[in-house]
């Protein structure tokens, strides 16, 4: 039930896509560029998506598809894009900063190897000094000297504690660019990339630990009809709320991810198959217990419902077949009447 460009293109609908990716762009007149082909690919693969509603609305306007409206997409639509010139701006100032620490330090070091010579040279002279004069006129130039390298040292301690700063900050800043990237903009969870590497490792640890593992699949029923009678804002407006609800339940341990489109996933960690139907029970029930309203207009919209399907994960399974698994299970709600939970270990045995 996945409606993800990234599944879409794993499998044999990936060259029909790609063919009507080329078609679509020359019939709109948009040069087929490496990365306006990425964005008519998530453009098409999910039409209703934020991006593919962007696409539909600068089309509709008969605005110009210009370099700049690509570049401008991407970094607001591909995480990708977004990380990439965050990180870019990173470097910039990273370098900007070492350049600095790298040229104080040198100054410092010249600084420190005069004061050598100096030292050198007064000690010659101390032993050639005859007089007290000549020895006050030693002892005033290494004061000068000496003043000179604290000075210097002092310049250097400060720019090393501002830069470290800097890169205190970049850090966090570049971290918070990472979080941004790995979580979905319309709903807050985390988005198909995070889930995907929140799975695999997931897995991993688990087999690790020898402990169980529980993936679940969770979709809002009818969403397609939802949309086209009520409009994309008011279809966003229903995936945040049943976001709101997924994420109470998919709290840490748990992780709660939009896996695409209407679709969500959590992942629970050591639990057991009951613990987990218990929640996506209470998950269900709370959803469809709703009466929902459109904000615009104050229209009733009646109960939202969801189907849902999870997997109990198998010694040595990867996380696609535990997904696959989860998947099927999702289908068979969908197919039995929906608004309803199975597990996969019920088909098995039914089979």
């Avoid at 010659?124 to 000075?151: F, H, N, P, W």
């Avoid at 900050?169 to 985390?190: F, G, K, P, S």
């Avoid at 040595?316 to 099927?328: F, H, I, N, Y």
Wanted: proline share 3%.
């Amino acid at each position: 039930m996945t409606s993800s460009v990234e599944t879409t293109l794993r499998g044999p609908e990936a060259y029909s896509l790609s063919r009507r990716v080329i078609d679509e762009m020359e019939a709109a007149g948009v040069w087929p560029t490496p990365l306006n082909f990425e964005l008519w690919l998530h453009y098409l693969g999910d039409p209703d998506g934020a991006l593919g509603r962007e696409i539909q609305r600068i089309l509709a306007a008969e605005e110009p598809f210009t370099e700049a409206t690509a570049d401008m997409l991407a970094a607001e639509y591909l995480p990708r894009g977004r990380l990439t010139e965050e990180i870019r701006d990173a470097g910039r100032v990273l370098d900007r900063e070492l350049s600095s620490v790298a040229d104080a330090i040198s100054r410092a070091h010249r600084s420190q190897a005069a004061y050598g010579q100096t030292l050198d040279k007064a000690a010659s002279s101390i032993d050639a000094a005859g007089d007290g004069e000549t020895l006050k006129t030693i002892v005033g130039g290494l004061s000068t000297a000496t003043r000179r390298v604290q000075r210097e040292n002092e310049t250097l301690e400060k720019k090393l504690d501002a830069s470290t700063k800097e890169v205190a900050r970049l850090r966090e800043h570049l971290e918070q660019v990472r979080r941004d990237a790995m979580t979905d903009a319309l709903t807050n969870l985390a988005n198909r990339k995070a889930f995907d590497e929140h799975l695999a490792a997931a897995c991993q640890q688990v087999e690790a630990d020898g402990e169980p593992m529980v993936l679940a699949v969770l979709d809002v029923d009818h969403f397609k009809r939802f949309n086209d009678t009520w409009g994309h804002q008011t279809g966003d407006q229903v995936l945040r709320y049943v976001a709101s609800v997924i994420g109470r339940y998919g709290q840490l341990p748990r992780i709660a991810a939009r896996y695409g489109g209407e679709e969500f996933a959590i992942i629970f960690p050591r639990e057991s198959s009951r613990q987990v139907e218990v929640a996506l029970e209470a998950i269900r029930k709370e959803i469809a217990s709703r009466s929902l309203r459109r904000r615009s207009t104050n229209d009733e919209l009646g109960a939202v419902t969801i189907s849902a399907g999870f997997a109990v994960r198998r010694p040595g399974e990867t996380g696609s077949t535990l997904l696959e698994r989860a998947d099927a299970a999702l289908y068979a709600s969908k197919r039995t009447g929906r608004n309803r939970v199975t597990s996969a270990e019920s088909l098995d045995i039914a089979a």
